[in-house]
């Protein structure tokens, strides 16, 4: 099969997998113990850590493992509104982008249910956080800021700096989802200015089932987790292999972030105009403009044409595509990112989304580009019939 779906995740390269299985054979000790083993892993984890952290322009010591980012999103989130409400039991207002990964948007209605006023942020046509509307909505209530950095349905890229800006002048909390952007562009949390942020291995080639998040040292916070220690963000044996392949597959992803993202920059133009030269070319959703748009997702949709039936014709056909968030996939709702923006539900049941990675190249397209074309002509065809 063809795979363009690296948005969802990632196969594991071999750097990280040959990491993972040294460790996992050598160092098995438990890293929370005081035995010779246990030290052995630990040390492991702190070297891991410090990789990670490197490549966030941060500290060791601010940089938390958790089992991906889906929980370091619901753990932070809850950990830094426990801190505020420590401070200020009144406040209880909360700005979430619309768009956010579906984790994000399930601790909102969670929050939403024990009493928290969530409010959803007006967007760009291109999918971006509208500034002047932020700066309205922002109130001396206002507990949290939740945006993530580079979008996973549309690629585009939210103004997180220029939000947490406004944000420190009001003394709100900013969270910054960064799964979709960590290993691909330049990320450095203190430029950033948030207070947390999350990212995960599986999107740059590392192992399913381990992420990491930053806490700034200047955000007041509280373990989600009442039994355990005021220094430790989450309880629980730590997943040493998996931690070390993760650092294995960050260390890649950084060493060859510039090189890759001109190549994919490239690859998705080539994309963009095979798609146009179709006889039934689709709509490309996002950003106009390349400064605000990933070019490791290109979001599209052909007009009257099901995104679910596509997926699974083009399954057929050998090519795997998505129709938006793995997280969502499944359950028969439209589209998140395009109701946001005002569509249709029937432009929303068309979204489909391409995303590329190291095993994609600019000598395949018009092999898939045909594939698809087959699909959308038949469907086509078939329509004018009746």
Same mark, same amino acid.
């Given at each position: 099969?063809?795979?363009?779906?690296?948005?969802?995740?990632?196969? $594991?390269?071999?750097?990280?997998?040959?990491?993972?299985?040294?460790?996992?054979?050598?160092?098995?000790?438990?890293?929370?113990?005081?035995?010779?083993?246990?030290?052995?892993a630990?040390?492991?984890? #702190?070297?891991?850590k410090?990789?990670?952290?490197?490549s966030l322009?941060?500290?060791?010591?601010?940089?938390?493992?958790?089992?991906?980012?889906?929980?370091?999103?619901?753990?932070?989130?809850?950990?830094?509104?426990?801190?505020?409400?420590?401070?200020?039991?009144?406040?209880?207002?909360?700005? +979430?982008?619309?768009?956010?990964?579906?984790?994000?948007?399930?601790?909102?209605? @969670?929050?939403?249910?024990?009493?928290?006023e969530?409010?959803?942020?007006?967007?760009?046509?291109d999918?971006?956080? +509208?500034?002047?509307?932020?700066?309205? @909505?922002?109130?001396?209530?206002?507990?949290?800021?939740?945006?993530?950095?580079?979008?996973?349905?549309?690629?585009?890229?939210?103004?997180?700096?220029?939000?947490a800006q406004i944000?420190?002048? $009001?003394?709100?909390?900013?969270? +910054?989802?960064?799964?979709?952007?960590?290993?691909?562009?330049?990320?450095?949390?203190?430029?950033?200015?948030?207070?947390?942020?999350?990212?995960?291995?599986?999107?740059?080639?590392?192992?399913?089932?381990?992420?990491?998040?930053?806490?700034?040292?200047?955000?007041?916070?509280?373990?989600?987790?009442?039994?355990?220690?005021?220094?430790?963000f @989450?309880?629980?044996?730590?997943?040493?292999?998996?931690?070390?392949?993760f650092?294995?597959?960050?260390?890649?992803?950084?060493?060859?972030?510039?090189?890759?993202?001109?190549?994919?920059?490239?690859?998705?133009?080539?994309?963009?105009?095979?798609?146009?030269?179709?006889?039934?070319?689709?709509?490309?959703?996002?950003?106009?403009e #390349?400064?605000?748009?990933?070019?490791?997702?290109?979001?599209?949709?052909?007009?009257?044409?099901?995104?679910?039936?596509? $997926?699974?014709?083009?399954?057929?056909?050998g090519?795997?595509?998505?129709t938006?968030?793995a997280?969502?996939?499944? $359950?028969d709702? #439209?589209?998140?990112?395009?109701?946001?923006?005002?569509?249709?539900?029937?432009?929303? @049941?068309?979204?489909?989304?391409?995303?590329?990675?190291?095993?994609?190249?600019?000598?395949?397209?018009?092999?898939?580009?045909?594939?698809?074309?087959?699909?959308?002509?038949?469907?086509?065809?078939?329509?004018?019939?009746?």
């Open positions: 099969m063809i795979y363009l779906d690296y948005a969802a995740t990632t196969p $594991m390269s071999e750097q990280a997998l040959s990491t993972y299985t040294k460790v996992a054979r050598e160092y098995y000790g438990n890293a929370n113990s005081l035995h010779e083993e246990g030290t052995r630990q040390q492991i984890v #702190t070297a891991s410090q990789v990670i952290a490197q322009g941060a500290s060791a010591r601010h940089v938390h493992f958790v089992s991906g980012a889906t929980e370091g999103n619901f753990l932070t989130i809850y950990s830094l509104l426990e801190s505020v409400k420590k401070q200020d039991s009144s406040i209880n207002h909360i700005l +979430c982008s619309p768009i956010e990964h579906d984790s994000v948007l399930r601790v909102m209605n @969670r929050l939403k249910k024990q009493g928290w969530i409010e959803y942020l007006p967007l760009l046509a999918g971006r956080v +509208c500034i002047d509307q932020l700066k309205e @909505r922002c109130t001396t209530s206002t507990a949290l800021i939740a945006v993530q950095l580079v979008n996973s349905e549309l690629g585009t890229y939210e103004p997180v700096e220029e939000i944000a420190r002048e $009001m003394d709100i909390k900013v969270h +910054c989802d960064a799964v979709q952007a960590f290993g691909k562009i330049p990320i450095d949390v203190h430029s950033l200015g948030v207070h947390s942020l999350s990212i995960s291995a599986h999107k740059i080639y590392g192992p399913q089932g381990i992420g990491a998040v930053w806490l700034s040292p200047h955000a007041e916070w509280s373990g989600f987790f009442p039994s355990s220690s005021s220094k430790k @989450r309880p629980g044996t730590l997943a040493v292999p998996s931690i070390a392949a650092a294995a597959a960050a260390r890649e992803a950084i060493d060859g972030m510039d090189a890759e993202l001109i190549r994919i920059q490239h690859l998705r133009e080539a994309w963009v105009k095979a798609l146009h030269d179709m006889p039934n070319p689709p709509i490309i959703e996002g950003a106009d #390349t400064s605000h748009q990933s070019p490791y997702i290109l979001g599209l949709r052909f007009p009257g044409l099901e995104g679910q039936f596509l $997926m699974l014709e083009c399954d057929q056909a090519v795997g595509i998505s938006g968030s997280c969502q996939s499944g $359950m709702e #439209t589209n998140v990112s395009m109701k946001a923006l005002g569509k249709s539900e029937q432009e929303a @049941r068309e979204f489909v989304r391409l995303s590329f990675g190291k095993g994609h190249y600019v000598e395949e397209i018009p092999q898939i580009i045909e594939e698809i074309r087959t699909i959308v002509d038949r469907h086509y065809s078939h329509k004018s019939i009746f």
